[in-house]
């Protein structure tokens, strides 16, 4: 096939920034070039030395003077609930049973979760995003429209289908053996095919019987090396109620351990209100705990402890994530900047190379997919971002004045969205361009 080249500024991290100057964290290229052949990087550095290496009929794209990144990296997403954004409620229960739940039930139709499945996608590769840990709905036909689309993008995906089988209305409630079969049926149809990764689903206990949680857990069991993604610690209501039903239980986290739930590919959305022994069983577990600043926000959740669980003895793995569509954006710069502002309310700081090592890397590796995506390294598949700081007006204007890349990183961050996304690269081809 032919070999692809693109010349621009380049950055991708090595590990996580300890501070604001540590430049050893990343690697930053002020000419560099990207070569790229059958979806995979096959070279990366200095312009003149990876042109060298290039054919004579490479197709060179010239980005600068834009910055060129790994694509970004959602690690917690409603497909269903693109609907759903911008609904106001008071809190996360009334949020559910008034907008969220009666959305969801629409995608029992096939035609409709294929459709939105399309603008899902659309809106994904706009705002730069390359690969993202969905919800579907309870449906199979959901998961199907969901991960036929990624297939046909050629994008590295990763979902599930809800596993939910009370409180909730009829038309969202599967049962324990419904839940399993389906789940079962949906990794043998779909899980390995092109770049799509299944993830087992329980919604969250409150949704689930303790016989669901056994079929949940059973799943788990057969299937080790796939991911788990549920919600945790979002809403003290939610709390409350998840011990009611499991009175058994320590805390909220350990209904979850008692079936055998917690490890290093279960992604916890949300976990803002963790006692300390919850957090070092998520420690000593790998467990991930999935930061959504824009939804918290929204729904008056709470403010995630990001800094305080990183530095603990016991450090907890973190993600971050827009939560469509209790998130109020689907972009993961928005998204960096509440996070900011959270980190702010809470006497902590977040730089921005933070921001972006959370963004690419960091979320590469809260999915044990950092081999594969997040980094601009050699053999890495080609999902990448060309980025603009100047995108708008208000961003030129004060582009006059940066001096450094951390400065430009944080006004892309502060002021920047979809407009400032010049183009989105997935599997190598551009595909913001084509939408």
């Known amino acids: 096939m032919t070999h692809t080249l693109l010349r621009g500024r380049l950055l991708t991290f090595l590990r996580a920034p300890q501070e604001l100057g540590d430049t050893g ?45 790994p694509g970004f990296i959602d690690t917690h997403v409603h497909f269903p609930q693109m609907q759903v954004i911008a609904s106001y409620a008071a809190n996360l229960l009334e949020w559910l049973n008034t907008y969220t739940f009666p959305e969801e039930c629409r995608f029992v139709e096939s035609a409709h979760a294929a459709r939105i499945a399309t603008h899902f996608y659309d809106e994904l590769v706009r705002h730069g995003t390359t690969t993202a840990v969905a919800y579907c709905s309870v449906h199979k036909a959901s998961a199907d429209a969901f991960f036929a689309e990624a297939l046909r993008r050629k994008m590295r995906m990763v979902g599930g289908k809800v596993m939910m089988d009370r409180n909730a209305p009829q038309g969202l409630l599967d049962t324990p053996q419904m839940g399993y079969d389906e789940t079962r049926q949906i990794i ?18 409150i949704t689930s019987t303790p016989a669901q949680m056994e079929a949940t857990q059973a799943l788990a069991r057969e299937f080790p090396d796939l991911h788990i993604q549920t919600h945790l610690s979002e809403n003290h209501d939610e709390i409350k109620f998840t011990c009611e039903l499991y009175p058994e239980a320590i805390d909220y986290t350990d209904v979850y351990a008692r079936y055998g739930l917690l490890g290093d590919r279960t992604l916890f959305g949300h ?9 070092d069983a998520m420690s000593e577990t790998g467990s991930v705990a999935v930061h959504c600043p824009t939804s918290n926000l929204f729904l008056g959740s709470g403010l995630f402890p990001l800094k305080a669980l990183a530095r603990r003895e016991k450090s907890v793995r973190i993600g971050v994530a827009t939560d469509i569509g209790g998130g109020s954006s689907y972009s993961m710069l928005r998204t960096m900047d509440e996070a900011y502002k959270i980190q702010q309310l809470l006497g902590e700081r977040l730089n921005p190379l933070e921001s972006y090592y959370h963004m690419t890397l ?23 971002v060309v980025l603009n700081a100047a995108a708008t007006p208000a961003m030129a204007l004060k582009m006059e004045v940066v001096k450094t890349l951390p400065e430009e990183l944080f006004l892309l961050q502060t002021m920047g969205d979809d407009r400032a996304i010049v183009e989105t690269y997935v599997s190598g081809v551009a595909a913001k361009s084509t939408i």
Request: charged content about 25%; some cysteine; overall charge negative.
């Open 188 to 205: 043998a149809e779909w899980h390995g095919k092109g770049r799509c990764h299944v993830a087992i689903t329980p919604r969250f206990a």
């Open 271 to 279: 976990c803002i209100h963790l006692s300390d022994r919850e957090a």
């Open 362 to 384: 960091g979320n590469a590796r809260s999915l044990s997919l950092d081999d594969r995506i997040g980094t601009l390294d050699v053999g890495s598949d080609a999902d990448i």
């Open 25 to 69: 964290s990343y690697l930053y290229e002020s000419d560099g070039g990207l070569l790229i052949k059958d979806g995979l990087i096959v070279a990366c550095g200095a312009y003149d030395k990876v042109s060298a290496k290039a054919p004579a009929d490479v197709v060179a794209v010239d980005h600068r003077p834009h910055l060129i990144m």
